[in-house]
């Protein structure tokens, strides 16, 4: 008996053993999921392995098969996941497709994930398949909790429609929202990536929410999340028919943000009856800090007895900075009421820069276009961008490069409508030049200060008295520029425009290329987003063969310069406000005659790197990751 117990006792610890080391190593490598050939014949067979066994070395990847799926996924518990031990669920495009039911509760998701960091979503479509009352509110929903957040995800390559079987969205839908509880840095929702994804018939499109109080108030931001490459209702337009606002990007507390080349092509918000006033816009930042650069936002319609439309609206982190730079904003439209006479609100703005619960960082407002217009006058007040100070008045923005074009008419004097508002009660918080200011309709003004509460209200559209009573603008100049087609959207410069000194500003190194990747000419380039139909020289025809890669990088960056033989290459990196983080001088190529820049030290974020080669430079944006 003794022997048996014994040999019991080593078998039941073996056993353990080989049971901790199983889950120990988890699941590594590929699989396929999805029918009876695939490793596993389902996803919740796949997401039970995992909550067993965990993610081990080097991480796992699931292939969904083809195929329609009707289960909505939901990850949780599952041990091992870390930078290095990545968790992918993918798919090739278009082949995928989660067609889910909600319920009657009220956070149905398709996706969602609880807790956890470091997973891939690549190449699935979303789509709500429910019946009235029972939609799904979110198309993927990641939700951090005190003690673990949601960082290092990514979602790419996804498209997703959402609104009870198409028909138009209830007001809690989201297509992307991160809801965070953290209480420290390490349990935020941070440097999570979205990217190349198609959202339509959500009310609102993307949703950063860090921890914060009911009323809004930030207890832990979150940092470096990423919205880049995105499209927002261009089959099926964002928004509903109730009433609250609708917005394609948001983000509360969202710091060193980079929200980069998104295309907002529709938001349609209609009938809505709030018992608070609301904003319907492109891209609305409350209290974050980061970059917005090179979105196009256009046909943003709002209709309401309550409320404001806006293309952006931001809000700076208190000692931070926003840049917002080579974003085209035009198609703005706010459904007809009758405003009061003696709120200084606007209820329809290009760009608004405000101060939030105290929150008042720097703004920079570069090479942006702006074109606001309507087909009849309007009752109530406008601004291309507007700087509002509140009721202290000590707000600061820089305003440089931009064009501003506002051509709204209003049907009475008491209603205006401005290009360039500086909404301090004193000034020198605002800091501006070299910009278009343009206003050409019925009580249509370039630029008046003092618009803020118990202000004193300056107005003209005389440029030299604009320059006088709001002590900027010096270099600025008013014209309309000969777009190629502003009433469509697209505020590029038509090939066929008479070239005038108007049309040029100073080169500004925060902004080296246009808003489709075009390096700006130097020392002069076109005021606006985009840059001018000139032909290339020779040397910007050799620059641009300069092909950079990886782009997104995390250790390394190579450079391949076709032609340019051996010779010593150096290069300057710039952080997005500007900062110089990396000098090289005289690299030398490898042996397969690239040149190599290590990254060491450098944050995750978006930069410029000059090259220098040979006398001749350019300019080529980077993240790092």
């Known amino acids: 008996m003794k022997n048996m117990y014994y040999k019991n006792l080593l078998f039941f610890a073996f056993f353990s053993v080989v049971s901790l080391s199983t889950f120990a190593q988890g699941l590594t490598g590929s699989f396929t999921v999805g029918d009876s050939n695939s490793d596993y014949e389902t996803i919740p067979l796949a997401i039970q392995d995992l909550q067993t066994q965990g993610v081990g070395n080097g991480g796992a990847t699931f292939e969904i098969i083809p195929g329609t799926y009707t289960q909505p996924i939901v990850l949780e518990n599952i041990m091992g996941l870390s930078e290095t031990n990545t968790l992918t669920f993918s798919a090739q495009p278009g082949t995928v497709t989660f067609e889910v039911m909600g319920t009657t509760a009220t956070s149905d998701a398709i996706i969602r994930v609880n807790a956890l960091s470091n997973i891939t ?21 990641l939700v951090g909790t005190a003690t673990a957040g949601c960082s290092n995800n990514v979602i790419t390559n996804s498209k997703i429609f959402l609104g009870a079987s198409g028909a138009r969205p209830i007001t809690a839908t989201r297509g992307i929202y991160f809801s965070s509880q953290g209480t420290s840095l390490q349990t935020s929702n941070s440097n999570n990536i979205i990217d190349s994804v198609e959202i339509d018939n959500s009310s609102w499109g993307i949703q950063f929410r860090c921890a914060a109080s009911l009323f809004g108030q930030i207890t832990q931001a979150d940092f470096n999340n990423q919205v880049i490459n995105c499209t927002f209702g261009a089959n099926a337009a964002l928004g509903h028919d109730f009433s609250s606002g609708a917005l394609a990007i948001n983000a509360l507390g969202g710091r060193d943000m980079i929200i980069r080349n998104n295309l907002i092509a529709n938001i349609s918000n209609l009938n809505s009856d709030p018992a608070l006033p609301v904003s319907t816009s492109g891209i609305s930042l409350d209290s974050s800090s980061g970059e917005v650069t090179e979105n196009t936002i256009s046909n943003v319609t709002y209709e309401g007895t309550r409320g404001s439309t806006y293309g952006i609206r931001s809000s700076t982190f208190v000692n931070d900075t926003t840049l917002i730079a080579n974003n085209s904003i035009s198609g703005l439209v706010r459904g007809n009421f009758i405003a009061s006479t003696t709120d200084p ?26 074109f606001l217009e309507a087909d009849a006058p309007v009752t109530y007040s406008t601004g291309g961008v507007q700087l509002s100070g509140g009721s202290t008045g000590q707000f600061p923005g820089e305003v440089y490069n931009n064009i501003i074009v506002n051509n709204i008419p209003t049907a009475d004097p008491a209603y205006r409508s401005f290009a360039l508002v500086d909404g301090n009660t004193a000034r020198g918080f605002l800091l501006s030049d070299n910009n278009d200011l343009y206003a050409d309709a019925a009580n249509a003004y370039l630029g008046v200060i003092g618009r803020e509460l118990g202000g004193n209200e300056q107005f003209t559209n005389d440029l030299q008295d604009f320059i ?84 997104p990088a995390s250790e390394v960056i190579n450079l391949n310069i076709p032609n340019f033989g051996e010779g010593f290459v150096s290069i300057k990196m710039f952080d997005a406000l500007g900062r110089q983080v990396l000098v090289i001088n005289n690299m030398e190529p490898t042996a ?19 090259i220098n080669a040979n006398n001749l430079e350019t300019t080529k944006k980077i993240v790092v990751r």
């Open 345 to 370: 609100s606007l209820n329809l703005t290009g760009l608004w820069i405000f101060n939030q619960g105290g929150n008042n960082g720097l703004a920079r407002v570069l090479h942006n276009s702006i």
């Open 121 to 141: 979503f690549d190449g699935f479509d979303l789509v709500d398949n429910s019946i009235t009352g029972e939609e799904i509110e979110y198309g993927y929903y």
């Open 592 to 610: 397969d005659a690239t040149y190599s820049i290590p990254l060491t030290g450098v944050q995750k974020g978006m930069y410029y790197l000059n």
């Open 468 to 551: 006088t009573i709001s002590e900027t603008n010096e270099n600025s100049v008013s014209f309309l520029p000969e777009f190629m087609d502003a009433s469509a959207g697209d505020l590029s410069f038509s090939e066929t425009i008479t070239v005038t000194p108007e049309y040029f500003v100073p080169t500004l190194p925060e902004v080296p290329t246009d808003i489709e990747g075009t390096t700006r000419s130097t020392p002069e380039t076109y005021l606006g987003a985009y840059e001018g139909p000139e032909l290339l020289s020779i040397a910007d025809a050799f620059v641009l063969q300069v092909a950079v890669y990886p782009n």
